[in-house]
């Protein structure tokens, strides 16, 4: 199943441009087969989950984004915004105690120098600092593939799921249509609710998808076979 893990809308996220009924649509168009919605550090009302699942017959799954001191987390399993959530290590405590998980947004966010290529000598320093975060302890998986993020600072951040062993998810982060169906995770196993996708997201049963790049590749290798000539069938 393709999810897209990570979504914000307006007017709940206050920097996105996206309604949800514009977002679940064209989730669709871009053959997703579900979606986190996961505003800036408000939670969604579960029946209001429901009805937009029922009206758009899609899956819909609420998740939250909140704004901790160390980075922005993704967290499925929380139902209110408590005090003291801006810390990694407390939003950590009520993760485990409702049983729930936690992927590090953009990794990338304040680690990685901007412009910096691997030649360049703050390349490496970085990344080493960056994997000494104590943040990283918190995930259950980090986000190898933000849909706003540039190449090079999605490759700093597979650089760090892949010295830390952490597994790695794909998202567009939309905040405005374009931003749909750039990248998403790929499950191996059917999600049907909040539930089972906490289960998977805990056992790394899953792969980051860059939908963009694939598309490309498909539609070129498309363009190629258009262009050979064609084939002779066997008499
Ligand atoms: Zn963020
Ligand atoms: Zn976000």
Redesign the pocket.
Known sequence: MLIDLHTHTAPRSDDSYLEPDELIVQAKHAGLDALCLTEHDWFWDAGEISELCQRHDFLVLPGV?ITTEEA?LLAFGLEKYIFGMHRASFVKRLVDEVGGAIIV??PYRRHFPIGAEPEDERYYPALTRACESPLFQVADAIEVLNGRGSEKENAFSQEIGRKLNLSGVAAS?AHSSADIGSCATLFQRKISNLQDLIAELKTGRFRAVNLAAESKRIAQQREGREQAPPSTSPS
């Open positions: 984004e922005h947004a953009h982060d």
